[in-house]
T-cell receptor
Framework: EDKVVQSPLSLVVHEGDTVTLNCSYE??????LLWYKQEKKAPTFLFML????IEKKSGRLSSILDKKELFSILNITATQTGDSAIYLC???????????FGSGTRLQVQP | EPEVTQTPSHQVTQMGQEVILRCVPI?????FYWYRQILGQKVEFLVS????????KSEIFDDQFSVERPDGSNFTLKIRSTKLEDSAMYFC????????????FGSGTQLSVL
């Protein structure tokens, strides 16, 4: 059974801080790892990672994958209150379409 | 930007009743999905649909659930006889052929079974 574990479960920071969110996984026949941001309702796509060691970057957000250690991190620099959300990590197995999600990290950025 | 739309946003029903949740996926997408999220729990996969048939389903998707694409735009999830434990946020999602796990989610239907 595929499994995704995220840490921490919850995090409170102040604006301008840098945060690192963690995701470890177990999956049969790995294809990709994905990060989503969930604010009020629908998860919105952030990154898809398929190869180890290659950083994906979008503005203040970046993510990297370690396929040997079965681990990914999501970094957010210079956090803003608009970054407050639940960040979800998910894995996609090869040959299948079902994503397995972790429980998420609830990030709260205080002014 | 194109988006996945879901209706209704909230649905309240009595236990044992049938409900139909509706979705309009992004028009040029080929894969369609239903996920659900029980309050405080993980997002869970229910079913994927491609080429007018179910391509994959989870253990949750038992005989009380069905999906349909009745025309070229709508994608529906039917729950035949709702149970209290079906109360959850139901998300529809779609993806293009080569986009893998990059799903575009709708805003969800909050189903409350009383």
């Amino acid at each position: 059974e595929d499994k995704v574990v995220q840490s921490p479960l919850s995090l409170v920071v102040h604006e301008g801080d840098t945060v690192t969110l963690n995701c470890s996984y177990e999956v049969t026949n790995f294809r990709s790892l994905l990060w989503y941001k969930q604010e009020k309702k629908a998860p919105t796509f952030l990154f898809m990672l398929t190869s180890s060691g290659i950083e994906k970057k979008s503005g203040r957000l970046s993510s990297i994958l370690d396929k040997k250690e079965l681990f990914s991190i999501l970094n957010i620099t210079a956090t803003q209150t608009g970054d407050s959300a639940i960040y979800l990590c998910a894995v996609e197995p090869e040959g299948r379409r079902a994503l397995t999600f972790g429980s998420g990290t609830r990030l709260q950025v205080q002014p | 930007e194109p988006e996945v739309t879901q209706t209704p946003s909230h649905q309240v029903t009595q236990m044992g009743q049938e409900v139909i949740l509706r979705c309009v996926p992004i028009s040029n997408h080929l894969y369609f999905y239903w996920y659900r999220q029980i309050l405080g729990q993980k997002v869970e996969f229910l079913v994927s649909f491609y080429n007018n048939e179910i391509s994959e389903k989870s253990e949750i998707f038992d005989d009380q659930f069905s999906v349909e694409r009745p025309d070229g735009s709508n994608f529906t999830l039917k729950i035949r006889s709702t149970k209290l434990e079906d109360s959850a946020m139901y998300f529809c999602a779609s993806s293009g052929r080569d986009r893998g796990g990059k799903l575009f989610f709708g805003s969800g239907t909050q189903l409350s079974v009383l």
